[in-house]
């Protein structure tokens, strides 16, 4: 195991479980903090993109998202949906990921889905963080692996504090698909935040490139990014 990974396994045995929420003690997530949660599912969600929105049919984040047949996420990422995100991801606080996979697993299976795949981390990102915390969830959770997956070909750095426009130019073409071809197979992706929707949408590129018939992407927490600053740098 290397240094890193070693460092992670220690960090999940030394500290307490707390509440994402709160800090209450011996639960990932209290009985308070989990009411507090906003499911990204029913009404004043999009259709389409399951991103907050009161309209009528689809909002126009999700306008020409043409290489994904829909996207649908458990929580909107807010509170302590976003805080688990984060401690999972930034603190490497890998003991949260059951019960997040818990949380998806139900949803993502109702998905008229044949094989998952994890968005992919760089190889140099994932031996800092010693995990990648898509593939994580996605083995947790028990859902049936697609035959190929993805893999990421250059080093994007990180998105935080990029536009909506500046993502989609630095993640263009930044996929691959190996393994067998996929021809008509239904895909699911598995991320744990969707913001911009930058990422899986190129990673459905590549899917489809490899013949998925129909690729959704799923995540556990949704960003809904402001509609009325579109072109604002995006701070998560
Ligand atoms: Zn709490
Ligand atoms: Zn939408």
Redesign the pocket.
């Known amino acids: 195991m290397r240094p890193r990974q070693l460092i992670a396994r220690a960090a999940d045995l030394l500290f307490p479980l707390r509440c994402a929420g709160c800090g209450a003690f011996d639960t990932p997530l209290c009985a308070r903090c989990g009411a507090d949660l906003v499911p990204a599912t029913g009404p004043g969600r999009?259709?389409?993109?399951?991103?907050a929105?009161d309209g009528e049919g689809?909002?126009?984040?999700?306008?020409g998202?043409r290489e994904l047949a829909g996207?649908r996420a458990v929580y909107e990422h807010t509170g302590a949906a976003r805080a688990l995100v984060h401690r999972l991801k930034y603190e490497r606080y890998r003991a949260l990921a059951p019960l997040m996979a818990n949380r998806l697993a139900a949803a993502a299976a109702a998905l008229p889905v044949d094989g998952w795949v994890a968005v992919p981390l760089h190889r140099r990102r994932e031996r800092e963080r010693g995990f990648n915390q898509a593939e994580l969830l996605l083995r947790r959770a028990g859902l049936p692996p697609a035959p190929a997956r993805l893999r990421r070909l250059r080093h994007t750095g990180s998105q935080v504090r990029r536009t909506a426009a500046e993502r989609a130019a630095a993640l263009a073409g930044a996929f691959a698909c190996d393994g067998p071809p996929l021809d008509g197979l239904r895909i699911g992706i598995i991320d744990d935040v969707i913001t911009s929707g930058a990422t899986v949408r190129e990673c459905a590129r590549a899917l489809r490139d490899r013949g998925a018939r129909e690729v959704w992407a799923f995540s556990f927490t949704r960003a809904s990014l402001d509609l009325a600053r579109p072109d604002s740098p995006i701070d998560h």
Request: net charge positive; proline share 7%.
């Open positions: 999009c259709g389409f993109c399951s991103a929105w689809f909002c126009p984040r999700c306008f998202w996207v």
